[in-house]
């Protein structure tokens, strides 16, 4: 048998194009798990605004000289509402967790509150959407770096660069106490 | 990369995990091989077998979730019912991202949980009042994330259809034994020669090591499981010591729960039959829970370095802090 060159430049030609398939498919798959996992974190994002009108509500008689942390988490609630792009919303999300964890410090020196059955379920509730938006914030991340690898690895950022796969954004955790520089008091 | 390397023992314990099966495949072969073999025809055995085999796992794999539910005395609760259980199993599947599994409650006093379903869009996870009483949250959240892991990686079909092929060996190996202790002895061995003999010895030998051989690969499979979904629970809720602390829990506070059935005992987190030991056995279905703990603690020490993890290191931090 006879192999002439013509044969093994259309052989190769096969090969890349079946690798090229491949590769552009698993981009696909990745891309839609970042969606996927994004629309999760969605969902819990959306289960606590729906949530936080009725605690807010329920703890107002009790704390009548709270007034500004009640009102520090519905404004966090409302920004967080109108944030657009994936960057905003995880900004204006750790706003309203760094709100709700405040209320739920202050929530400690209020016994009547905790012996309120209805407050009780609503903190549950709550800290336990917390903990959802936070796994479902690891998953996402997890599927984010999966992505961001696969299409920056050599040969698949080929592909990547052809089908315009671009790099997404990750959910940041950065809570606004952590970024600030600490303040150094240098005047002694 | 923590995760890069969780993937990499998914990956290996999947491969093994095949072999093993292959394994006990291979001994079936051979055991319906050697009676076939004293019957005349080897291809005779060897076809019985295997669809003998084949039937019980088409059997199990459509009907066989709910059997250890049932045995089990499991009663299915709602968010309404058990709130805090409910939100763990919730957070969890996210975590994992599969399904919301069926979340089912047993009325004992001991403290164990296992989780069924042959995949995780029809999977259900079910805990004893005992220990929800006794743990707290982070323990709990463990304990779900390790059952949430045997279901993510498909744990329980594979432990159902080992168990499957492990019990065609025994029940064949045993009706063999019987067989040929009626029948095999009388009187025509003269007439069938030296070499027909040889092989109705070797095909004895081979059905009473056979059984053996197989429940030995299936406790090694139920332990590398078990190791495994350690592994996994850590993966997803990024706080290893909330599973060791109720693994501790487990090890040395506990009853046993005779109703679980010792055809379903490996499903549990802990032995339910057996009080914890610390030596290991080529003949348990669980890992000494000193050894586990072990493990999940050098794993905190990974997950506690700073600097380790990159991007979004998930809620360990908080849960660490909140205490159930």
């Known amino acids: 048998m006879e192999f002439s060159p013509l044969w093994i430049v259309a052989a190769v030609a096969v090969i890349f194009v079946l690798w090229f398939f491949g590769t552009y498919n698993v981009l696909v798959r990745l891309k839609n798990q970042v969606k996927n996992a994004w629309a999760q974190i969605d969902v819990q994002l959306k289960r606590r605004h729906d949530l936080i009108p009725n605690l807010v509500e329920a703890c107002k008689g009790y704390m009548k000289f709270e007034q500004e942390t009640l009102n520090k988490v519905i404004e966090a609630r409302s920004k967080a509402m109108s944030a657009q792009s ?15 964890k405040s209320l739920f410090a202050l929530v400690e020196n209020y016994p009547d509150l905790k012996a309120n059955t209805n407050v009780m379920q609503l903190m549950e509730e709550l800290s336990s959407t917390e903990n959802k938006i936070s796994f479902a914030r690891q998953f996402y991340n997890d599927a984010v770096m999966r992505y961001n690898t696969k299409i920056q690895q050599i040969p698949a950022n080929v592909v990547a660069g052809i089908g315009k796969f671009t790099a997404e954004d990750f959910f940041e955790i950065e809570e606004p ?9 240098l005047s002694f | 990369m923590n995760t890069r390397s969780f993937h990499d023992e998914i990956r290996r314990n999947k491969r093994t995990s095949i072999l ?5 495949a291979v001994v079936l072969a051979g055991l319906g091989w050697s009676i076939g073999l004293y019957l005349g025809d080897p291809r005779v055995g060897v076809g019985i077998a295997l669809l003998f085999a084949a039937i019980q796992v088409l ?5 066989g ?4 539910l049932l045995a089990a005395g499991a009663k299915e609760v709602s968010h309404a019912d058990e709130p805090v259980l409910y939100n763990v199993v919730e957070e969890m599947s996210i975590a994992a991202g599969i399904p919301m599994p069926r979340v089912f409650v047993i009325e004992t006093d001991s403290m164990n949980a296992f989780a069924t379903g042959m995949s995780p869009q029809r999977a259900a996870v079910a805990v004893t009042r005992g220990l929800m009483r006794r743990l707290n949250r982070d323990e709990l959240q463990g304990v779900i994330a390790h059952e949430m892991s045997h279901i993510r990686f498909y744990d329980i079909r594979l432990s159902i259809v080992v168990a499957v092929m492990v019990g065609a060996i025994v029940m064949l190996s045993d009706m063999f034994l019987r067989w040929a202790f009626w029948f095999g002895g009388r009187g025509s061995s003269r007439d069938r020669g030296q070499g027909q003999a040889i092989i109705m010895v070797v095909a004895i030998v081979f059905a009473i090591l056979a059984p053996i051989f197989a429940m030995l690969l299936q406790f090694a499979v139920s332990r590398k499981r078990e190791y495994l979904a350690d592994a996994g629970a850590a993966e997803l809720t990024r706080y290893p010591a909330g599973l060791a602390s109720a693994l501790r829990k487990l090890a040395y506070s506990n009853r046993p729960f005779k109703e679980a059935g010792k055809a379903f005992s490996h499903l549990y987190i802990v032995n339910p039959l057996k009080p914890a030991t610390k030596l290991s056995s080529a003949f348990a279905t669980h890992p000494p829970i000193e050894e586990r703990i072990k493990r999940l603690e050098q794993m905190a020490l990974i997950y506690s370095a700073p600097g380790e993890e990159g991007n979004g290191s998930g809620p360990a931090a908080s849960q ?3 205490k159930g």
């Open chain 1, 86 to 100: 994936v960057k905003d919303a995880a900004q204006a999300e750790n706003m309203l967790t760094g709100a709700l």
């Open chain 1, 177 to 185: 106490s952590e970024r600030e520089v600490p303040k150094v008091d």
């Open chain 2, 20 to 24: 093993f099966v292959a394994l006990v």
């Open chain 2, 59 to 63: 059997v199990l794999l459509t009907m």
């Open chain 2, 65 to 68: 979730d709910s059997i250890a």
């Open chain 2, 320 to 322: 660490g802090r909140r």
